[in-house]
């Protein structure tokens, strides 16, 4: 099955989770499923994937949002690129904190590359994306990419320092990543291709969360696709594999609206947004990332802590 027809599977499957959402969200937030409103006007909801971190942006930009008077709710952890992408394209969700490499080689079917250079990534998934209906707001300055880890015991064993030195034992060794991992082009495909690695067999764990962590740590799995932000990283002194053959490609936060959304509410909504990405850099979502993985801070509340501190939120 082609990549796009999954996808619309996916989404109709979105529906009917938004469709229940929409009827039990807090504060009563949720009206009807297919046009929730407040006050009359349409309520802007915003999706996350299903990785802490995504959901910590998508309160960023909310909670920004929601401060300056727009009707916004988060609707958190929806699932895999595959599946939310889709879904802001349907129209069941109106915006969606993505990254510049990945949306690109998704919205694009993998027809335009995306490189490492971030302007001309941005305005080539700007231009992509505006076919689809979508608008692109100005690319952060934090960047959130692949990184294939291995432990320092695994490093010294094997004498890793780079991607492409896995070459000569990668057959003996098992790959641990998301599910998706398997079709991404930046991930098992890409790492075939680029580097010529096939691994000894592929673990379908979790996205850049505790099952990739633990199995990592408990040895289940040799290698594996942690995200460069990931506080485990420097916490369990794992060992980042450069990147020498550049397969990993410009990864920096961008909000990705709907267009109809843009045009009903004004140049002031992506202002905001634009506000948000202005002041969020790497350095400051790796200390989000601590804060909710490692200190066990709720999303919501880290967002906000960080919005007031960045003068983005009344105190």
């Known amino acids: 099955m082609s990549r796009q027809p999954r996808a619309l599977v996916y989404a109709a499957g979105l529906a009917c989770a938004l469709a229940v959402t929409a009827c039990t969200a807090a504060g009563g937030a949720g009206q009807a499923a297919s046009a929730p409103t407040v006050a009359g006007r349409p309520m802007i909801e915003v999706g996350s994937f299903d990785f802490p971190e995504s959901v910590t942006l998508a309160y960023l930009y909310a909670d920004a949002l929601a401060d300056r008077g727009y009707p916004v709710r988060v609707v958190p952890d929806l699932g895999p690129r595959e599946l939310v992408d889709p879904a802001l394209m349907a129209g069941l969700i109106q915006l969606v904190p993505e990254y510049t490499g990945s949306a690109l080689e998704f919205v694009s079917l993998g027809r335009i590359p995306a490189t490492a250079n971030i302007v001309a990534t941005a305005a080539a998934l700007a231009t992509a994306m505006t076919g689809r209906g979508l608008v ?180």
């Open 136 to 315: 692109v707001g100005h690319p952060a300055a934090a960047q959130d990419g692949n990184a294939i880890v291995v432990t320092a015991a695994t490093a010294a064993r094997y004498w890793l320092r780079t991607i492409s030195s896995l070459a000569s034992v990668a057959n003996r060794l098992a790959f641990g990543g998301p599910p998706e991992c398997a079709e991404r082009a930046y991930c098992l495909p890409g790492l075939r291709l680029t580097y010529g690695l096939r691994f000894r067999q592929f673990v379908a764990l979790d996205a850049d969360g505790p099952l990739t962590r633990q199995a990592l740590a408990a040895g289940d799995v040799a290698v594996a696709l942690l995200f460069t932000t990931d506080p485990a990283i420097a916490a369990q002194h794992l060992v980042v594999l450069a990147d020498n053959r550049g397969l990993q490609p410009a990864e920096n936060v961008v909000p990705v609206l709907r267009r109809a959304t843009a045009d009903r509410y004004g140049p002031g909504l992506l202002a905001a947004l634009d506000m948000v990405s202005a002041r969020l850099t790497t350095a400051a979502l790796a200390g989000l990332d601590a804060e909710v993985e490692l200190g066990n801070v709720d999303p919501q509340v880290a967002a906000r802590q960080w919005l007031r501190a960045a003068g983005l939120a009344a105190p």
